[in-house]
């Protein structure tokens, strides 16, 4: 019984008690729970007994008083006031409204997103998360134990490994220890010390990702930088994408206003002439001028450069490069008169009647070099003297620009008078001393008489004798050497402007004298006059130009005179006499000669082989060929597998079935033999270009980290 007189309240309390044991709102204390008419049958000491014990512990918080609360707490406190007068058991639906009573935040959770999982998506991102510890582990940069340094420091070895061709440790010692372990802040020439040297060996990706850090640094580039960057674009394997890179450059610079000096315009040309046309490079040459730089000898060097890339008219255009060179007043230097070899053997002389009317007329390509008329009257009312040099060199280069690109018509053109009368002045005198059919042709020194210093040489325009008026066939090499003084005559012209000789002029000397001449024969002669010390790249030039006109006794005969000077053949030296050996026997003895010297044949001297054996169809010299590859183990090239395919197909004319070919009976023979050789072969991948200056990963420097540096300042010892 209560103490009412009733069991009524019992009950009642029984209830509330097990109402009390239920969930609640988070945060809410008990009394706030329930609603004001929840309790009023509690009355006198026990229910002032119940709102003591029931009293909250800290201030309710206003957050969890809303409406919705009190309505769903309001409809409980309803339930429990009606259930007074009639006692009975709980009902089901009250018990589930009990349990779930003070569960309605859950609704308001902050959790909008549910994804599905099973047991293998969690232990495949298990396994992904454990691979990932690992890397940022292994990537994780140790801690610096040793002295620390400077960026200066760092500069200073960068700097010495770089002049070493170490640019792979150059970067891992910049990249690793000054930036991750040492946390140096790098400045401007820690990075154009590693950009000039990615230029030394045109690694362009890692130069412009070098300058790009640089600048989110916010560190201001020199003119250092930019000429190390327009550097490696003029280096790279990759001449379009590189010239892209050089233009956008450009194009930026411009933009800002940034004045470039005389080296980074020099680095310009070079692209220009590298990875574009000589239109191009006088474009540069001429934006040199306009920003008052004072031209060089080496300025023209890179114009010599443009010209080569232009293999059908680039001697023609050297020469009028050359001679422009010489009436500004400058003095050529080693470099240029080697690139005008290289013009010699690489380029052709052009239309002959354009050449002959730009290069056999000196007094007409002067009065082409001089100011218009009207800069003349006025230099003549103030004197020459008081036109500046740069005005004069901006004449000459837009006229220069006028006869580089000077189309045939406008060759013919012009008029005749001058021509005329030159050559109705010769004419008694050429018929009086020669009695050949054109004797104002000069003709190439193949048809020359034996002196080795003809009449002709056009890189001095007076020089050119008054009856030559066009020239001939000049087809080789030997025949445009001829036209600039040939062998004496163009080291005469060195000696003239004071210059020596190197190794490197002699070597492209021997590229373009003629072959079995007197000249080829005194080369010899001639280089230890000057005291220039043979080397290897020289024999080698004279072997494959012996090689390459079926003279190999004539090949081998040098052999003694390279162990006569003391110098050790190569690789090279192989190759260039593999190039001759035409015969079955001749390529055989090659192998074997080399075996017994110790010397591997490697890929390049068997694809020379080859080559020489798919020129004469000799199956069965290629299937020896192989076999011999084959016991060598010598990896297989993509260059060698194209050989050897276009060596196994069949002729476009050629029917097996219609009749018999004595070049090709043993075709079938080489193709089921090819067959299986390329099963057993190795494959020799091509290496990228950028692959041996990429930094190592953690675990292969740790195996070759011996740099010499990686212990700070010990390094210096």
């Known amino acids: 019984m209560g103490p009412g007189g009733t069991g009524e309240p019992e009950m009642d309390l029984v209830r509330l008690a097990r109402l009390f044991a239920g969930p609640r709102p988070a945060g809410l204390p008990i009394p706030q729970s329930l609603s004001p008419r929840g309790v009023w049958w509690t009355g006198g000491r026990v229910g002032l007994a119940w709102q003591r014990n029931l009293q909250p512990a800290r201030p309710v918080s206003a957050a969890f008083s809303s409406s919705l609360s009190w309505m769903a707490l309001g409809q409980g406190s309803r339930k429990m006031s009606t259930q007074h007068s009639q006692p009975s058991p709980p009902a089901p639906q009250d018990e589930e409204e009990e349990e779930s009573f003070g569960t309605l935040s859950d609704k308001y959770s902050s959790r909008r997103i549910f994804q599905k999982s099973t047991a293998e998506l969690y232990n495949l991102r298990l396994r992904e998360q454990a691979v990932e510890d690992d890397e940022e582990r292994e990537t994780e940069p140790r801690a610096w ?12 070895q960068c700097k010495r490994l770089v002049k070493e061709g170490k640019l792979a440790m150059a970067l891992d010692l910049f990249e690793r220890q000054m930036l991750k372990e040492e946390r140096l802040q790098p400045l401007e020439y820690n990075y154009s010390v590693l950009i000039g040297g990615c230029g030394r060996v045109g690694y362009l990706k890692k130069a412009f990702k070098l300058y790009n850090d640089m600048k989110k640094r916010q560190l201001e580039p020199s003119d250092a930088t930019y000429t190390a960057l327009f550097n490696v674009c003029a280096e790279s394997p990759w001449k379009d994408s590189a010239l892209q890179s050089a233009l956008k450059l450009r194009q930026q610079l411009q933009a800002r206003s940034f004045q470039l000096n005389l080296k980074t315009y020099h680095a310009l040309l070079k692209v220009a002439a590298r990875c574009a046309d000589l239109r191009m490079c006088l474009d540069v040459f001429k934006e040199i001028i306009h920003k008052g730089h004072l031209v060089t000898s080496e300025t023209f060097s890179f114009l010599l450069m443009g010209c080569i890339q232009d293999k059908e008219t680039g001697f023609r255009y050297a020469l009028q490069v050359w001679r422009q060179m010489l009436h ?190 007197p000249a080829e024969a005194s080369l010899l002669s001639t280089l230890d006059a000057h005291g220039v010390e043979a080397d290897v790249t020289f024999f080698n030039t004279l072997l494959r130009k012996k090689s390459k006109w079926g003279d190999l006794e004539g090949a081998k005969a040098l052999l003694p005179v390279l162990a006569k000077r003391g110098i050790v053949p190569d690789q090279r030296t192989f190759c260039n006499l593999a190039i001759g050996c035409c015969q079955r026997k001749d390529g055989l003895q090659l192998l074997v000669d080399m075996k017994k010297s110790q010397v591997t044949p490697n890929t390049h001297i068997y694809s020379t082989l080859i080559n020489a054996a798919i020129k004469k169809l000799d199956y069965a010299y290629l299937i020896d060929i192989l076999k011999d590859m084959r016991q060598s183990q010598v990896p297989v090239n993509e260059v ?38 390329l099963k057993v072969m190795p494959a020799e991948e091509t290496p990228h270009p950028w692959q041996e200056f990429q930094t190592k990963s953690p675990k292969e420097r740790d195996k070759s980290e011996d740099t010499g540096v990686d212990r700070g300042h010990e390094g210096q010892r």
């Open 145 to 156: 134990q040793g002295r620390r340094n400077t960026p200066y420091w760092y500069f200073l």
């Open 328 to 517: 500004l007043g400058l003095k050529p230097d080693r470099q240029n008169y080697n690139l005008l070899l290289g013009a010699a053997r690489d380029c052709g002389l052009g239309d002959p009647a354009v050449a002959s009317r730009l290069l056999l007329r000196p007094q007409e390509e002067m009065a082409l070099l001089q100011p218009p008329a009207r800069g003349r009257r006025r230099a003549g009312k103030k004197g020459q003297s008081n036109l500046s040099a740069g005005m004069a060199a901006r004449l000459h280069a837009e006229a220069l620009e006028k006869q580089l690109f000077l189309e045939p018509s406008q060759a013919l053109e012009g008029s005749p008078e001058p021509w005329d009368a030159q050559a109705s002045k010769a004419q008694p005198e050429m018929e009086s001393k020669t009695q050949a059919d054109h004797p104002a042709v000069l003709a190439p020194l193949a048809l020359r008489p034996p002196p080795l210093e003809p009449e002709v040489n056009l890189l001095t325009p007076g020089a050119v004798p008054s009856a030559v008026v066009s020239f001939g066939t000049v087809a080789t090499p030997a025949d445009r050497l001829a036209l600039i003084g040939g062998l004496e005559g163009f080291l005469g012209m060195m000696a003239e402007h004071g210059l020596q000789p190197d190794i490197k002029t002699f070597t492209l000397l021997a590229e373009v004298v003629e072959p079995g001449s």
């Open 640 to 677: 060698v597998i194209h050989q050897l395919e276009f060596a196994a197909q069949y002729p476009p004319t050629f029917d097996q079935y219609k009749g018999k070919n004595t070049y090709l009976e043993k075709i079938n023979g080489f193709r089921a033999y090819y067959k299986q050789w």
